[in-house]
């Protein structure tokens, strides 16, 4: 409806900018306690997983190599394919100006001076740290589990606007500059979906064959599952489902106990590779040349701040705003363009996470030397296994 309106009467839909506008500023609200909360409970629960012994350590090495290569990823297939040209910046020449020029004076020591939602998260990430060695943190741990409760509940309310928010900001964007504008996001969507199936069947294809596992067995295995988070857009939906399902073919129940849960927090793979390149294609909407040292702020800020996107629908929103305000060289008001077809691209998402936190349950499983082939095989039916040892079935 924004795009026609922006279309047949373009002088009114500019005035329905402020409806985009308005949307995002109340999705800033969040952005500082959703940071402390998730980061501080995140952190403090990685000190639990070292505890609980080299499942855990396991557990947080595959998380980290795995997240970290979908983020690099994200950032090599948008820098290269370069999704975001062609749109014209929704604001002003001096503003995207101003933008640009502080993109070229970047500084490290302002960057770590100046940055509010760098400082607040650097202090969650030291709270969350003294409290995993803090004796009575169960009883804080509670508290801030209950106002984090909260906040996404609010969190829900909020995002129960962002069709009026996506309206606003597709009106503006298509009657002030045009209906090619849809092009690029468009192309945005079809980089986001191309890559996150090229990091299944590549990179995770790649991980489970190396335990003889045939991906394609696993997505007919967890086909109801995957149908349920394509329906919510929230891989959460299916969770039970699944620890059911990876125990029935041949995860011991310890390992599924710890590694799915603390996947939804810390493997997220499917919204790394989104946050990475909706940050670079909103840079390139607004044609900054972001310097090396800004690429690797970008991994860096990220590698944090999207361990805080639950599978809560509507969190990566705020943590892709929390990104950029982190950043502080792309405009936070470009926010604008994504939220017509965020929506389009979170059961991408959901997806993505759902099987890579199936792919860390099996991998560590293995690593225990506690996978059970034969339940597996019983589990995948009459499915036949040829590898490149002839002797395998």
């Not at 933008?99 to 509010?116: G, I, M, P």
Request: glycine residues 10%.
């Amino acid at each position: 409806m924004g795009a026609a309106m922006g279309h047949f009467y373009p002088e009114q839909a500019v005035e329905m900018g402020p409806l985009g506008k308005y949307f995002i500023e109340l999705v800033k609200l969040f952005i500082f306690p959703l940071i402390f909360l998730t980061i501080t409970i995140g952190v403090s629960g990685m000190s639990d997983l070292r505890r609980v012994g080299t499942v855990g350590l396991k557990a947080l090495l595959y998380f980290e190599v795995v997240t970290t290569l979908a983020l690099l990823i994200g950032v090599l297939v948008a820098y290269v394919i370069q999704p975001g040209l062609g749109v014209v910046p929704a604001g002003t020449e001096v503003e995207v100006a101003n933008y640009t020029s502080r993109a070229q004076a970047f500084s490290w020591l302002d960057f770590l001076v100046s940055n509010t939602t760098l400082q607040v998260l650097l202090i969650s990430l030291l709270f969350g740290t003294g409290l995993g060695y803090y004796r009575g943190k169960q009883r804080v741990l509670e508290y801030l589990s209950r106002i984090l409760k909260w906040v996404f509940r609010w969190l829900h309310w909020v995002m129960l606007l962002a069709p009026l928010g996506a309206f606003g900001g597709m009106a503006f964007t298509i009657g002030k500059y045009g209906l090619h504008t849809l092009a690029p996001l468009a192309k945005l969507m079809l980089t986001v979906y191309s890559t996150m199936a090229l990091f299944i069947f590549g990179v995770l294809w790649w991980i489970l064959r190396q335990y003889r596992v045939k991906i394609l067995s696993l997505l007919n295995y967890i086909k109801e599952e995957l149908l349920v988070v394509l329906g919510t857009s929230s891989s959460e939906a299916a969770l039970p489902a699944l620890m059911e399902k990876l125990e029935q073919m041949g995860c011991p129940k310890p390992v599924v106990g710890l590694v799915v849960p603390t996947g939804y927090s810390f493997n997220l793979d499917g919204t790394t590779i989104y946050l990475s390149m909706a940050v670079l294609f909103l840079a390139q909407v607004y044609g900054i040349d972001l310097s090396i040292a800004q690429y690797a702020t970008v991994v860096g800020v990220l590698m944090v701040t999207s361990k805080g996107a639950a599978g809560v629908t509507g969190s990566g929103f705020v943590v892709l705003a929390s990104t950029l305000s982190a950043i502080q060289v792309i405009p936070i008001e470009g926010l604008a363009l994504l939220i017509g077809v965020d929506r389009f691209m979170s059961e991408a998402r959901a997806i993505t996470n759902f099987i890579g936190n199936a792919v860390a349950t099996i991998v560590v499983s293995n690593w225990e030397g506690a996978f059970d082939r034969g339940k597996m095989e019983q589990a995948f039916s009459t499915e036949v296994y040829e590898y490149d040892d002839p002797g395998y079935r």
